[in-house]
Nanobody, 116 residues
Framework: EVQLVESGGGLVQPGGSLRLSCAAS????????MSWYRQAPGKEREWVAE????????NYADSVKGRFTIARDNAKNTVTLQMNSLKPDDTAVYLC?????????WGQGTQVTVSS
C-alpha cells in the first residue's frame, strides 16, 4: 500500500522558516517524481515544487522561487521542502504527491500558518 505522510507544519511568524518532510512507503521511491502542492482555504490546489526522476531536476512555482527548496533522500524515502522568508500568503495545507508508473498518490497534508 502506498503511503505518503507529511510532517513539519506549524505556526511561524512572517520572515520565518519551516522544513516540511514527506515520508513515503509502498513503492520504489527512487523511481518516483515527487512534488509539493498547497491549498489555502477557498482557493484551488496550487503546485509549489517538484523534483523529477531520473534527472533529479527541480522546478518551482514563481511565487516560491528563491525562497523554497525541494530535496529528496532516496536512502530514507523522504522528500523535504525547506521554506524560508515565509509570508502570510504561504498559509495553506501543504501536500506531498508521488507520480509512479503513471499513477499519482497524495498525502493528507500538513498545515502551515504564517502569522504574527
Amino acid at each position: 500500500e502506498v503511503q505518503l505522510v507529511e510532517s513539519g507544519g506549524g505556526l511561524v511568524q512572517p520572515g520565518g522558516s519551516l522544513r516540511l518532510s514527506c515520508a513515503a512507503s509502498g513503492f520504489t521511491f527512487s523511481s518516483a517524481s515527487m512534488s509539493w502542492y498547497r491549498q489555502a482555504p477557498g482557493k484551488e490546489r496550487e503546485w509549489v515544487a517538484e523534483i523529477i526522476t531520473p534527472a533529479g531536476s527541480r522546478n518551482y512555482a514563481d511565487s516560491v522561487k528563491g525562497r523554497f527548496t525541494i530535496a529528496r533522500d532516496n536512502a530514507k524515502n523522504t522528500v523535504t521542502l525547506q521554506m524560508n522568508s515565509l509570508k502570510p500568503d504561504d498559509t495553506a495545507v501543504y501536500l506531498c504527491k508521488a507520480r509512479y508508473r503513471g499513477l499519482e498518490y497524495w498525502g493528507q497534508g500538513t498545515q502551515v500558518t504564517v502569522s504574527s
